[in-house]
């Protein structure tokens, strides 16, 4: 604290020069010990999985060693086509999840009073605020073969016999992962609509440009950091949380969170190293590909 | 809104936003009218009960998972959001602000699973060493440190919602004004009192927020302390490894409804809080605006 604040108070001396030397060392990596932390706990682990994929696989742990058996067991297999595919319906999602939620965020930034903008979006932190594994579950009584949907619509007449592609299917996967996700393309839009001034909307209008072109030209290129952030977390997270297709999924409805919660239930170590090593090089080299295409630090403009 | 716009456009907006919002609670209302039927999902007849939530409350291991769930939330809240507090901080004197940014933030983007696992792998391996050097020197001091415990269900769980109480922390410093830090350092206050008398005072509502969304962060969370958690279980833990063996049973229903509760209870106490400050505050300064007729 005495440190940081001393950049500002410019001239004079810090008030408190007196204390022990000690305690003025200590100050400035008081507040560097969160980082310290996540280099340690975070960086430093997530690095690790790179190292200990290459390890060789003993039969309940590994052992040092440089063996890529692990990676030809990813690439030479089933997973690779599971992967692949769990790829596509992710993205799947990531279109549904764009196409439902950033009207939305558009709609408070353009209409709703700069005051009111925030408590709109708070209504999109109720659903979140709900454990993600329950809202999931919940989804099997509803999408059920008797379950909510099925029995509404037949109750409706719409349908004769109930449908059953909803659940246990990639369809069910989808909508578990469009009904999980879809705050954050809220929040993330909404945040990256700050970079869309309020008087664009009138300017458009006064210059006879439609909506669509406005959203085209003007709206997506303007907001494209924050779009692409929200969309690379629901791509990402659909690829990596092994309870959706856990449990909304059929048969072939596996995502690398999966393989790599189910290599290590079979104490396949190695093997779930190589997964979250091969997650977060696709991570990493999306955000990398973002940071080049758009400049993503201009999302942090707000906070800064 | 402009005079130009449809008054109709801008409701049928509101009531698509209002349908999205009722369309992602639905599954939870639905559990939660589910859990309160004496036959269970699926019944012809909805017979009203609380019999399933009194069954909660007689097991005596979902009881001792509660208190583990309590513990665990109140540590991590206790040390994540100071942490995130000085990261905030130390962000905005930063010079370098990419590489902190980054760090706390990319736990967001680094999937349950995927993190849960390579932390888990981690610490056995971290324990190994431990255990190797404690050896070395002839000790058993250091064997247990990184067994996979509460300590390592803490550190996953501090990680996973650093990154939210940082940002919420990060948006309130936004308003504040860094002159009045000024103003009390030049008054003679040291760095310690200029904080906690000045700043505090004006970013404790964020400071609360970021101890509220990680309490309920940590409540909810399931996979990541499932994998990170020694020999205890946790609320969530409990409840999923019963869906998973034996399928939703009526009290499983009532287990998922009642986490539900708990968190809506707390968000929706805070938004109420947060408006009805704000009226008040609005009222203060409309009063302070009025002249004083005499």
Not at chain 1, 28 to 41: G, N, Q, T
Not at chain 1, 241 to 249: E, F, H, K, S, T
Not at chain 2, 94 to 107: E, G, Q, R, T, Y
Not at chain 2, 182 to 191: D, I, L, V, W
Request: hydrophobic share 55%.
């Amino acid at each position: 604290m005495a440190d940081l604040s001393s950049h500002a108070v410019s001239g004079g001396h810090p008030v408190d020069a007196d204390k022990a030397p000690w305690r003025a060392k200590l100050v400035p990596w008081v507040f560097r010990a969160p980082l310290i932390f996540m280099v340690m706990f975070f960086a430093i682990p997530m690095a690790m999985t790179v190292v200990f994929s290459v390890f060789e696989r003993t039969m309940f742990w590994m052992e040092p060693g440089f063996t890529l058996f692990s990676y030809e067991n990813f690439f030479f297999s089933a997973r690779l086509t599971n992967f692949l595919s769990s790829m596509k319906y992710s993205l799947i999602s990531v279109v549904i999840c764009f196409v439902l939620g950033f009207p939305i965020a558009v709609f408070v930034r353009k209409s709703i009073p700069q005051v009111a903008q925030h408590r709109v979006v708070l209504l999109f932190i109720l659903p979140f605020m709900v454990s993600e594994i329950i809202r999931v579950f919940a989804l099997r009584p509803v999408l059920q073969r008797n379950g909510l949907v099925n029995s509404t619509l037949m109750e409706l007449g719409l349908i004769d016999e109930p449908i059953t592609a909803l659940l246990y299917s990639h369809t069910g996967v989808v909508i578990g992962e469009v009904l999980s996700f879809l705050p954050f393309i809220v929040f993330s839009g909404f945040l990256a609509m700050e970079a869309v001034p309020k008087y664009i909307f009138e300017v458009c209008d006064d210059l006879g440009v439609g909506p669509w072109r406005r959203f085209k030209d003007v709206i997506l290129p303007l907001a494209a950091p924050g779009i692409f952030a929200g969309s690379v977390f629901i791509f990402v997270n659909g690829l990596g949380v092994a309870l959706l297709p856990n449990i909304l999924g059929g048969a072939g409805a596996v995502n690398a969170g999966l393989i790599a919660t189910q290599a290590i239930t079979a104490l396949d170590f190695p093997l779930a190293m190589a997964v979250s090593a091969i997650m977060m090089a696709t991570l990493l080299s999306l955000l990398w590909i973002g940071h080049k295409l758009f400049d993503l630090t201009k999302i942090l403009t707000p906070l800064s | 809104m402009n005079d130009y716009d449809n008054i109709w456009l801008h409701r049928l907006k509101w009531a698509y936003l209002l349908l999205v919002v009722l369309t992602l609670m639905t599954p939870v209302i639905y559990v939660m009218y589910v859990s309160f039927n004496a036959n269970g999902f699926g019944a012809n007849e909805y017979v009203f009960t609380l019999e399933w939530y009194g069954l909660i409350f007689s097991d005596e291991l979902l009881i001792g998972a509660l208190g583990w769930t309590v513990i665990l939330a109140l540590v991590v809240t206790v040390v994540a959001v100071p942490m995130a507090l000085l990261s905030a901080k130390y962000y905005k004197a930063a010079d370098n602000k990419l590489f902190p940014i980054f760090l706390l933030l990319s736990p967001l983007f680094v999937p349950p699973d995927i993190l849960g696992s390579a932390l888990l792998v981690f610490f056995k391996n971290l324990n190994l060493v431990f255990i190797w050097l404690g050896d070395q020197i002839g000790t058993s001091l250091f064997d247990s440190w990184f067994r996979l415990s509460f300590l390592t269900a803490t550190i996953g769980l501090i990680i996973y919602t650093i990154p939210y109480s940082f940002v919420v922390i990060l948006i309130t410093m936004g308003r504040y004004r860094t002159e009045q830090t000024e103003a009390a350092r030049a008054c003679g206050a040291n760095g310690w009192r200029a904080f906690w008398d000045i700043e505090f005072p004006q970013i404790r509502a964020g400071v609360f927020s970021a101890c509220a969304f990680t309490v309920i962060l940590v409540f909810n969370e399931y996979t990541r302390t499932s994998l990170l958690k020694g020999g205890f279980d946790t609320f969530t833990t409990v409840l999923i490894s019963q869906m998973l063996n034996t399928g939703m049973s009526p009290q499983s229903y009532a287990m998922s409804a009642m986490v539900s509760f708990v968190a809506i209870a707390v968000i929706g106490s805070i938004i109420l809080f947060t408006m009805l400050r704000a009226e008040s505050l609005g009222r203060i300064a409309r009063a302070k605006a009025e002249p004083v007729m005499s």
